[in-house]
Every structure is written in C-alpha cells, then in structure tokens.
C-alpha cells in the first residue's frame, strides 16, 4: 500500500512516498481503508519536529476517514464496510481528560497516523461517520470539529443569545463558527482578511473584525457587545492575541485556551483574569464520547464541513505548503480514494 512517512522533521521536504506491507488486523483490531485524510496546523508543527519527540520514519495527520475492510478476532462494533473516522486520541474513550488518556495520539510522537491508504486501530478508537457526509467532509471533523465542540459546546455550556469571537478562520475557527450558529449565538469573526470576513458572514457571523486593520480589536469587541464584551473567546492565536481575548471577554466570561497561532509565551495583565472573573479553559480535542455527541449534532444538523481544496495523495507536500501559507478558508483535505 502506499503511504507518506515524515523521515526527518523541517519542511515538506521531508515527506516520502513509500510503500509499506498491507497491515492484518489483530484481536479487537479493525483495517481501515482510509478514503480521505486531512490537514491541521499541529500537522505543520509535527513536521517541523515542535509537537514532542518524534520517532521517525511517522505517518503524519490524526484526521480521516475511509471503510472498514478487515475485522480481527473480537471485534463486536462493526462490520466490513462501515463508514468510519479514526480518533484522535485512541486512549481517550469516555470521561475527563488524563495523563494516561492523551499519552498518545494520531500521527504524532510515536503513533503512526491516517495518511496511508490502509490504516490498524482498536476498534474503540473510531467512530461512525454521519452519513450525510462524504469521506472527505468526515476526514475533517476527528481534530478541528471536536476541538471546537468541546470548548463551546462541552465545557463553554454556550447558551442562545451569547455572543462569541471566533479568531482567524481557520479550521477549528469555522466549526466554531457553525457550531455556535445552531446554538444561537451571535458571532464576531476576526481575520487578517475583508474577504474571509465576507464568507464567513455569508456563512452565519453577525459582524466581522479585520485584526490587521483593527490591532486592537478587543476595544471593537466590546464595542459591539454594548460595552459588555464576549461570553465566549475561541482562543486560537495564543501569546499573539491572549492579553487582548482577556480585555474583549465579559466578566465571568468564558476563554476557550486552544491554540498558539501567534506563539506560546506572553506577558498578562493578571488583574484582567481575576477582577473580571473570567474562566480559562485548557481544550485538547476531545475524547471518542464528545465525539460520538458531536456527530449526533452533525446529523442532526446536517453539518457540512467547509472544504477549501482537495488535493491528491501524490501532492500532499503541496497540501502542507498550501496550509503553510494560511491562505485556505475551510479545510485541506489529501484524498486518497
Ligand atoms: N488544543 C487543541 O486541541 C487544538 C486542536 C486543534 C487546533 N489547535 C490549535 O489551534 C490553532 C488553529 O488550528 P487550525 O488547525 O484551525 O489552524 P488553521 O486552519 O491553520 O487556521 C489558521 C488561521 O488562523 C488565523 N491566524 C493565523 N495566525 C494568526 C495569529 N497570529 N493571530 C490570530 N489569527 C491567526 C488565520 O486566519 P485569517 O486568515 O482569517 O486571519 C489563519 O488562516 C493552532 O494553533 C493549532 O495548533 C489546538
């Protein structure tokens, strides 16, 4: 079967097509034959050797989906065929977060991941796709949707009428964007771009920020929350635009710590923490039964995930170097049908 494998960490250089034994499940194994994989920036910092060891030759990306096409001994779930997506933590099945849950997870560290046309897990770390997707809109919902439930849905307990800001429109950004909009929320969308902003109106934000026109843009926030600021702060840019989601939140608002797009290391205004009472919450993804909550939504609410471009498997180097320029709205899928 054909796969990429990370041989050394640096740029998308460092990708190789290889060939590799077709894998026969084990006991309580399933094979999948994955159909679609798909890219997150933590993809782009596995490569660059910044997400942990990694041991090496590693089949990168946690995201994708495909059918089941081999069964071991044991396994009681499923039957061939079944439409699923791999987890991305397969160790986190069921209640809170611990260290032995997210000791390992796909396509980092020493977990081979999804980019390879057939693919081993337990049968417990898959879930079943919803069916109203394709393999490649299902490809893109293990890592950015879930991340993005998780902080609004399961630990934000976001509420109708609540206002969030979604940071930059990447890809947990805009499942946050459409997530929020089944709840009710109104919804302030940053980006660096007038045009992304116009989509991302067009797809359900109420008002849109340019942060590169507006670089304080917290003053626009509570601006257009009548002074108050924002329930709800999807924090993806981290030491780039945490002093400032501290100042755009209301009291007792509710900081969802995601991501670092801007950097890991800041200087805080503490007194913005506690005189405002705010909760910052630490998001990391989330486990196999958030997930399975979350496809029951995406069903329920017909979730189509916004896909920028597809790329085939022999240009997944261009698939990386495309997400490295942080051109994409929606996400970046390789497909490997
Ligand atoms: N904690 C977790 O479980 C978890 C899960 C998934 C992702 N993450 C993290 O969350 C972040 C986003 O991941 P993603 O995969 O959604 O990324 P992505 O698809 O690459 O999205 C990046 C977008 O964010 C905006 N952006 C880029 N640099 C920015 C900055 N310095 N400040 C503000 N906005 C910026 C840009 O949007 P515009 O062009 O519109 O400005 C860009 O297109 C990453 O740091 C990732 O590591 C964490």
Redesign the pocket.
Same mark, same amino acid.
């Given at each position: 079967m054909r796969a990429w494998e990370l041989q050394g960490v640096g740029g998308s250089e460092e990708l190789k097509l290889v060939d590799r034994p077709e894998p026969q499940p084990s006991f309580g194994q399933i094979l999948v034959r994955v159909r679609a994989a798909s890219l997150?920036?933590?993809d +782009? $910092?596995v490569m660059q050797g910044a997400y942990g060891r990694v041991s090496l030759p590693l089949v990168p990306l946690s995201d994708g989906a495909g059918e089941i096409a081999a069964i071991g001994e044991g396994v009681t779930q499923w039957k061939l065929g079944d439409g699923v997506a791999g987890t991305f933590f397969p160790h986190w099945l069921t209640g809170p977060s611990s260290a032995e849950k997210i000791k390992i997870s796909l396509g980092g560290g020493s977990t081979n991941g999804m980019l390879a046309e057939y693919v081993l897990l337990d049968e417990e770390a898959a879930v079943r796709i919803p069916p109203h997707q394709t393999f490649e809109e299902a490809a893109t919902m293990p890592?950015?949707a879930l !991340?993005a439930w998780n902080a609004l849905i399961e630990q934000g307990n976001l509420k109708a009428g609540e206002t969030v800001v979604i940071?930059? !429109?990447? @890809?947990? %950004?805009l499942f946050g964007l459409q997530i929020a909009k089944w709840y009710g929320a109104k919804i302030i969308v +940053? %980006?660096? %771009?007038d045009k992304?902003i116009d989509l991302a109106i067009a797809l359900g934000a109420d008002a849109g920020i340019n942060?590169s026109q507006h670089p304080q843009w917290e003053r626009k926030v509570v601006e257009l929350t009548g002074g108050l600021g924002a329930d709800h702060i999807l924090e993806? @840019? @981290?030491a780039? !635009?945490l002093a400032q989601s501290l100042r755009a939140a209301r009291v007792g608002g509710h900081i969802a710590?995601?991501?670092? +797009?801007?950097?890991t290391a800041s200087e805080l205004r503490v007194t913005d923490i506690l005189m405002n009472s705010l909760r910052i919450n @630490? $998001?990391?993804?989330g486990s196999r039964e958030m997930f399975e909550r979350l496809n029951r939504a995406a069903i329920q609410h017909r979730l189509k995930p916004i896909i920028d471009q597809v790329f085939p498997l022999l240009e997944a180097r261009a698939a990386y170097d495309y +997400?490295k320029t942080?051109?994409?709205?929606g996400?970046i899928i390789i497909s490997l049908a």
């Open positions: 997150n920036f933590r +782009l $910092i890592c950015a !991340t940071i930059g !429109t990447g @890809g947990v %950004s +940053l %980006s660096s %771009s992304k942060y993806v @840019g @981290g780039g !635009t710590m995601i991501g670092i +797009l801007g950097g @630490g $998001i990391y993804v +997400l942080q051109k994409h709205f996400k």
